[in-house]
C-alpha cells in the first residue's frame, strides 16, 4: 500500500520526531513518570550498564536496563469497563495485541488487564490460561494491571468489562497506528507523534525482558556467537509464512554484503523454527560463517502461546530463550532480511533502529504491514 512510506511531510515529521526528543528528554516530559523515585530507579539502572562486545545498537537499545520508564497502569479511569487483552495465537502475535491494546487503552485512559479470557467465564478451564500467564511473569516486567488488583477484582466481580479483540483494533486504520498517521496519547509520549513512533515509544516502556532473561540473552549472543561485529541477519519460515524461497535470500544477502560490507561476507545469524534451511544455506553458501539457535533436538513441533499449556518448564525456557535471543539479533543486525510478511517480523521491524536496512523478499510495495 502506498501508505506504507507516507507523504514527505510525514517522513520529515518522523524524523524530527526521533531526533528533536532524546530518550532522557522523553523520561524526563513524560506525563506521570518524572518524580524523584523513578529518576532513583534510572540512576540506579545506569550502574548497572555495560559496554557489550556486540553492535552500538545491542549497548543502546536492548542489551543495557531500560532508559525509559514503564507504563503507568494505576492511573487509568475505573468508572469505564476495564479492557481484556487476550492472548492471542503465537507468541509474536500476541505481543502485537498487547502493544495495540495498550495504546488504545492508554489513548482511552482505560485500565486494562492482559490475560486469558477464562477470566471472563468461571466455568471455563483456567489451567491453560495460568500457563500463558506464566509465560509473561516469567520472562518480562509486568504488562499491564496485574489479575489482583482492587480496579480488576471489582470489574470482574460486577461484569465491568470489555474484550478487546485484535478484530476491534483492526477495523480501524487510527487504532493501527501506520506510518504517516498522527497521534496524541500524552500517557506515553510528549506532543503529537507519528504512528511508527508511537509504537516504537511504546514497546520500549511496555516489552522489558527481566533482568536475567536480558542478560542471558545478550550474553549468548556476544560469547556463543561472538557477534561483537557488523552481521546480516535472516528471519526464515517464521510464524507460519511460505515456502523458504532459498535463491531468493541468497541473492538479498549478497545484494547487502557488497554494499554494507565491501564483497567480503559478514557472520550471518539465521532466525528459524526448521532446522533444514541452514543446512540448505550452508550447502549452498559453504564459505559464509552461519550462526544459528537451532537446534532439531530441542524444537518444539507447535509454536503457539495458546499451547504452552503442553509445555514442561525446559521446554518453556529452550523455546522461549530460543526466541528472544532471535528477536535480538534480528533488532541489532547491521542488515535484516525476512522472506514474507509475518507477525515476527512486525516485531522485529519495531525492535530495529531503521526502515532502510530491513528487507522484505515480497514485493516490498505492495506490503500494507505496518
Known sequence: SSTVYGSVAS?????????????????????????????????????????????????????????????????????????????EGGLTSTLKHILLGAIKSIEDNRCFLIDGIEVLDPNLDAEKTDKERMVLQRYFEPMGLSLQHPIVRKALIENHTHLLTPEEINMSNSSKRLFGSTHHVPGITVGTVDGHFLKKITLRRLWRPLSHVRMHVCETLEKKHQLADDFISLSIGQGGTQEFDLEKFVAKAEEA??????????????????????????????????????????????????????????????HLYKFLIELYASAISKVHIVDSVSNVAWWCYFLRQNKHSFHILDDESDVDLW
Not at 38 to 47: V, Y
Request: aromatic share 8%; with cysteine; charged share 25%.
Open 257 to 318: 554484503i557488497s554494499y554494507h560490507f565491501g564483497g567480503s561476507a559478514p557472520k550471518i545469524f539465521v532466525a528459524t523454527d526448521d532446522c533444514a534451511n541452514i543446512d540448505a544455506l550452508r550447502l549452498v553458501r559453504p564459505k559464509w560463517e552461519i550462526m544459528s539457535e537451532c537446534d532439531p533436538k530441542n524444537m518444539i513441533d507447535n509454536n503457539a502461546l495458546v499451547d504452552v499449556d503442553h509445555w514442561t518448564s525446559r521446554q518453556m525456557d529452550t
Open 11 to 87: 517522513m520529515i515529521l518522523l524524523i524530527g520526531s526521533f531526533l528533536a526528543i532524546s530518550p532522557i528528554d522523553i523520561t524526563r516530559r513524560l506525563s506521570g513518570d518524572a518524580d524523584h523515585a523513578h529518576e532513583a530507579t534510572l540512576r540506579s539502572r545506569a550502574s548497572e550498564k555495560r559496554e557489550w562486545e556486540l553492535p552500538e545498537w545491542a549497548n543502546q537499545m536492548w542489551c543495557n536496563p531500560p532508559d525509559l520508564p514503564g507504563l503507568s497502569y494505576g492511573t487509568c479511569d475505573s468508572s469505564v469497563p476495564l479492557n481484556i487483552i487476550s492472548f
